[in-house]
């Protein structure tokens, strides 16, 4: 014996994947199996029960349910996620799931739950209590008890009550906005941890929940609309649209920028991040390839990379806007040789020949471009502004050309998803499909029109026919011929068949009088 273990039995363990099991010093047996790189070990009574436990764990690995069993909390699971290097995070968005983690996550039961006892109600009853005030109070309890354990001789004792204090909450009941952001963390950890090569968790308890009442960026921007406008949604309306096209005209710095906004449906990071390279002026052909997103502790940066994989792709410029295009280049070049505090912008060692910059040559960061977004729509038409009475977020222009795209009537979903950059074109069509409804409309009373002909051709041509004024055609003719001998030939056979009948049941009457009479 050597550490509690049976040499002999260890010396009798199976081919891998096979399991063995362990004889134990103290009494028992341990199982122990290795499959697909998942390790598993259980302490039994008996020889059986592990030889049980082995069986269970090679069905678990065929059903594809076996895992690791770790104790990892679901707080070290989302720790470990956003600093995996198969996460494929950008730097803004990893820093906005790191601060609603250290903002809410952390106060919460779930945080220190561990994976393989998480369940979908745990979710859900946090979740709840973003609501209803609880985690609030929870939430002040906690860092009042961590306020009070600070000691008076504490050389930083007047920084660390700053800090905590900074953390107290601001209100008891959150949005749907934070509930919303914090589910999403939690479900994309643990499909993080439910991958094939992890298998940390067998299912994902987060997809069992559903975030009732959640208001949607869609539903928000529909109360800033008019009633009408907010029936689709965020689309604008005709005289909306034709006010910002006037708005747009009168900053000639910007104008080609609001033409792939609001036109082409670019994202705000992509048409900020637009280089003069990226446009092939011989093909009016733009490649999207980059994007301008703004991450705490670095200002703006530029990442190069867009928001999905698809989001990367050759977009066909109509004419217009690829004039005003050269026309932007061309001011770009003359601001450039003039203005003597004109500068390329370099970010990260690398220079970038931006189309769209500040006066001087500077990147326009996300924040600056909302803003200047809002004050020409809220400007009003006699100043040179749209004259909104509220603004509405820059996505609102992306929604309204991706509709206006799918509701043209040489509308195709797959070229409309590519230039939009949706990795899947069954998604444009649930987000957009609203825009179809007046195509229905028209189909429908397209068919009803026809359908209207066609009955009056019908009734016309019989009319005709019945009054001499019009000969059958050659297929009616033949139709009615061939009518004519079936039904002919038809009758014929069952006129066979009844005299058939006949002369049985005559022949059977004929031979009961015979036997009567013998």
Not at 16 to 43: P, Q
């Amino acid at each position: 014996m050597t550490g509690g273990v049976n040499m002999v039995e260890q010396r009798q363990r199976g081919e891998r994947g096979e399991g063995r099991i362990e004889e134990r010093e103290n009494g028992g047996f341990r199982a122990r199996i290795t499959i697909k790189g998942v390790s598993k070990s259980k302490v039994c009574g008996t020889r059986q029960e592990a030889r049980d436990a082995i069986r269970a764990w090679k069905n678990a690995s065929d059903a594809g349910t076996l895992i690791a069993g770790s104790k990892m909390s679901l707080g070290e699971c989302i720790r470990i996620w956003l600093a995996h290097e198969d996460t494929d995070l950008t730097i803004s968005t990893a820093q906005g799931y790191q601060q609603k983690v250290d903002a809410y996550l952390k106060f919460s039961p779930v945080y220190d739950r561990r994976l393989d006892q998480l369940t979908a109600k745990d979710i859900r009853g946090f979740i709840r209590s973003l609501e209803d005030g609880s985690f609030a109070d929870k939430k002040k309890a906690m860092l009042d008890k961590q306020l009070k354990a600070i000691r008076a001789t504490d050389p930083y004792a007047g920084k660390k009550k700053l800090a905590l204090e900074a953390k107290m909450p601001k209100k008891r009941q959150y949005s749907s906005s934070v509930q919303r952001q914090c589910y999403a963390i939690i479900r994309s950890a643990l499909n993080w941890a439910a991958h094939m090569d992890r298998r940390l968790v067998s299912h994902n308890v987060a997809l069992d929940v559903k975030l009732a009442g959640a208001k949607t960026n869609t539903e928000r921007d529909a109360a800033r609309l008019s009633p009408e406008d907010a029936k689709h949604g965020y689309v604008l309306s005709p005289e909306q649209f034709q006010n910002i096209l006037a708005a747009i005209q009168k900053d000639q710095r910007t104008y080609a920028m609001r033409l792939l906004q609001v036109d082409l449906g670019l994202r705000p990071g992509e048409y900020l991040g637009v280089c003069v390279d990226d446009i092939d002026f011989k093909k009016n052909v733009l490649t999207i390839r980059r994007q301008v997103q703004h991450a705490t502790g670095k200002g703006v940066i530029i990442v190069d990379r867009v928001k999905t994989d698809s989001g990367e792709r050759e977009i066909h410029l109509p004419e217009y806007i690829a004039d005003a295009l050269r026309r932007r280049i061309a001011a770009l070049s003359h601001d450039a040789t003039n203005n003597s505090t004109w500068k390329q912008y370099e970010f990260d060692g690398h220079k970038y020949n931006l189309v769209f910059t500040q006066a001087n040559g500077s990147v326009i960061s996300q924040r600056l471009d909302a803003s200047w977004w809002a004050k020409m729509l809220t400007t009003g038409e006699e100043k040179g502004g749209a004259g909104f009475a509220k603004p509405v977020r820059r996505y609102v222009a992306r929604h309204h050309a991706a509709s206006t795209m799918v509701a043209a009537r040489d509308a195709d979903i797959m070229v409309i998803s590519t230039t939009l950059g949706h990795a899947d074109p069954s998604f444009t069509l649930r987000r957009y499909g609203h825009a179809l409804d007046e195509k229905k409309a028209a189909m429908a009373a397209s068919m009803n029109n026809r359908n209207a002909n066609r009955v009056y051709n019908y009734r016309e041509d019989v009319l005709d026919r019945e009054a001499g004024r019009m000969e059958p055609s050659e297929m009616e003719k033949a139709s009615m011929e061939y009518y004519t001998e079936t039904v002919a030939e038809q009758e014929a056979e069952q006129e066979r068949r009844w005299e058939a009948r006949r002369a049985d049941r005559q022949r059977r009457k004929i031979e009961r009088e015979l036997a009567l009479e013998g």
